[in-house]
């Protein structure tokens, strides 16, 4: 038996890491399956002695450092599940030196060593499996690389980070931002600096990875327009629902061009759209191509067993094809391209705006409003007066047409700037349909 | 070039066919970066002349016979793109014994020779590629084999046919059924012979695919309990939406048990369900596991592009294991699994059911039906009489709790009897929540 089982040496040992040993265990028979042959976890590393002793391995397997691994010749498939880019980058550069297979559930680390990581595979002739780095158990990478592989996908739009969608769904049931984001660190939906979550940074993360895989060209993290959900107001929320017919979500945005967009911001979408009815933790993308039509793909992007789920896939996929005989040949990724995808400055983005002025109520102020976008070629086409004073402010809503986002951000400018017709910074939220 | 270039033969000049010619050359550059080599249509077979003339390929890659095909030892994979039992079966056969992979769309034709083809490709080493056959471009049969492996799949719920979908959508829009039918088939959207859409044969096959992969054990078509939506009245499903929030939707169901529940009918379900904002001619799968949770992937579930897309990614799957060297052996698949999962018969299928009764409108009739319902254990959540009356009869309609089917239908066979109370043939639609 032992030289038809395949060893594996898994790296960390907290939600995600418990989550595979947990489940290669329970589901043994349904992987055996798939394999042809057995996987078993040889051993285990994490610098934490108590997680150690907690794992339910005997000591002998267990180490505090993943040398102990790298050292092994019979581990043929490291699994990374340390998180971050400090050990986690010097243990997967180390494990493929070593001709090593990996798999790893780090969005952060593949954001931004993308091109070393895939090329040190490419260049030793072992494969790199990241199914769970983007969106867990959902097989939006497989999709993406080999279920659309006669595609050319020409947009992506995802809910890529649950945290923020629970918390906006919260709000539009009635939750104040703070109430909710509460609520979401209680059920463990947040990560430890929530920041990450709600400012976009995680969303963007994965979409610097789908991108990358959709375009072939590199679309770094670091180029993606990012704006958070932490200024968002149920009073917005509440009215794009019953004047609009307007939910709202996080989304991450690509679309291919003559230069690419590629952003993360809160953003309204019809109730009839196929992400709308994406809500709470859950995630989804939605992947229109220009042969099979528009793929959406949801579930649960996070968690334990979700996230065991992805990186067991990507364990079963190797396991397979090492013991189908060619040492998992199939799976080394192809060198990288080298360029990144140009991505156009966010000004010149175009997008539907949702504008509320909160204005005195006076004569003329409309007429001022609209004299102010026009003069920017922003036009409008639904408007939308609320009787209701705040603070001696009416809110005065628009939908504009499509507009480039430069031209919205310098008619904002000098509209904010006349404090005695607009009380407060104006809100300004995306639409896409 | 020519050693780097891997050659297939097309058999089937038909809608997908031609999909898949004209994506081939339309995207060869996608297709080409995807498998690290070109793909080339080598030679195309049909019986009509005409379609071969019009392909856009010269005659001497044309033949009105497959054999050409088959004695082409440059040509690796074999695309079936013909449909149906007969020729289908004989070309697939006989390329897996001349030892080529197959690339086939045919539903058909797996439902019901699954085990030959399998094991065959299994003897030959080759590989069979049928990501078409369920969902055309949605890469559910990739979901399920590689992006799901760690899981043990617990149920699937499936909107697997277009046809059927549009027509119930078009019905809940205020389309009498024979309306609903004939906008389908002007659109393209109906089968030759409608009667495989309309009374579930389509989704059964599909089903049976999806549950064999899922099982790891044949679920074969026959088994299925079919029941198609030709009988479906426009006023349950407006009833049913105004009355207790629910959508109509022709499912494919299959659960795992000590005996496994596989049925295609015509189903409620609450408008809050992820297969509820499927409408029109599009599919969904949701397939629930025990790691991965509740998973969803939908889009367009026929037609030539989607078609070709879901054709064209087998392809390349195969392109790009042959290229890697090691002939593709990495895809071969296992041997299939002998015997069949074990069937529930449908009277022990536990549904809840929505009721119409069609009652004189007289004293005692709701304690005639609902002791008679009692009598046979069938409990009712809620019920709601309408005032208006048809023909002397009035809709008395209900919701039962979860109810052996056995026992609904020996106490409807039972009430239906009662000529003085009941007035037509009671409606009864099962409903998953």
Redesign the interface.
Known sequence: MAGNTIKIGLVGLGTVGMGVLR??R??AA??R????TNVEVARVADRDAARLRACGLPPAKCSGSFQAILDDPSIEIVVEVIGGTGAAKELVTKALKAGKHVVTANKALLASEWQGILSLAHRKKVAVGY?ASVM????VI??I????????IQSLFGILNGTTNFILTRMAQGLEFDQALQEARKRGLCEADASLDIDGYDAAQKLAILGTLSL?RRVPAASIYREGIGQIERFDIEEARSQFDYVLRPLAVLKRGAQVEARVHPTFIPTHH?L??IENEFNALLIN????????????GA?E??A??????D???VA??IR???G???L?P?APAAGNARIAPIEEVQSKFYLRFSVVDRPKVLAFISGALGRHGVSIATCHQLGRSERGAVPLIMVTHLTREGAIRRALSGIDASHRIVKRKTVAVRIEE
């Open positions: 489940t290669l329970k589901n349904v992987v399956a798939r394999c042809g199914e867990a158990g959902v097989p497989r999709s690389e080999a279920g659309l592989a006669g595609n050319r072939g196929p709308a009815a191509t220009d042969t099979a039509g528009p793929i959406t793909l949801s579930g649960k968690g067993k979700p065991a789920s992805g990186v067991i896939s364990i079963v996929e397979r094809a189908k005989g060619d998992a040949g199939t080394v192809a």
